[in-house]
């Protein structure tokens, strides 16, 4: 098991650019699949992008091109750089790995 803790949500104006950071309770090293999901407000959980221990990258169709997941092991974190943001984004965003999730951070995208 491992403990999840996100970082970095807030509020931001549409266009603008934020950067979430999920920071595992310990090494990420051999954890392969690390994702990050959201939910909007009233709204299911939804996948958002997820990155394997070898690099390789997914993303959903809404935030590809303006959503960029990366890792550091060395640090046991995971991070979501997002841009361009639009007022859809408005979510509380969630960072899974290991099957367990952290507590989420909320995001808030004023138009």
């Known amino acids: 098991q491992v403990l999840l803790a996100e970082s970095g949500g807030g509020l931001v104006q549409a266009g603008g650019s934020l950067r979430l950071t999920c920071a595992a309770s310990?090494?990420?090293?051999?954890?392969?699949?690390m994702r990050w999901y959201r939910q909007p407000p009233g709204k299911q959980r939804e996948f958002v992008a997820a990155?394997?221990?070898?690099?390789?990258?997914n993303y959903a169709d809404s935030v590809k091109g303006r959503f960029t997941i990366s890792r550091d092991n060395a640090k046991n974190t995971v991070y979501l750089q997002m841009s361009s943001l639009k007022s859809e984004d408005t979510a509380v965003y969630y960072c899974?790995?290991?099957?367990?999730w952290g507590q989420g951070t909320q995001v808030t995208v004023s138009s």
């Open positions: 990155i394997t221990s070898g690099g390789t990258t």
């Open positions: 899974w790995a290991f099957n367990s």
């Open positions: 310990r090494s990420i090293l051999y954890i392969n699949a």
